[in-house]
């Protein structure tokens, strides 16, 4: 198993719908499962969680506003290996 961990807090004030820095942490695992002697199966899955940031306008903006920030990637893996 394997677990990373981000702490992108001094990157908030620039955050923007193209720029999506917030922390975060992943964390995955995968097998293998060998059918016969020259055949091997795999399989991985992998999640990293965006913690959620709301981003409010500055009191001196005309109209306020707030944007919310947040997302999970989910990512599936399979494979066949064949030794020939």
Request: glycine share 6%; no cysteine.
């Amino acid at each position: 198993m394997v677990t990373m961990v981000t702490n992108n807090n001094g990157y908030l004030n620039s955050m923007n719908d193209i720029s999506f820095v917030v922390n975060s942490y992943s964390i995955g695992l995968g097998a293998s499962y060998k059918v016969a002697d020259n055949v091997t199966l795999s399989a991985a899955y992998f999640q990293t969680n965006y913690s959620n940031y709301d981003k409010t306008a500055p009191a001196t903006e005309a109209i306020q506003y707030k944007e919310t920030y947040t997302r999970t990637n989910r990512v599936l893996g399979l494979g066949v290996q064949v030794d020939f």
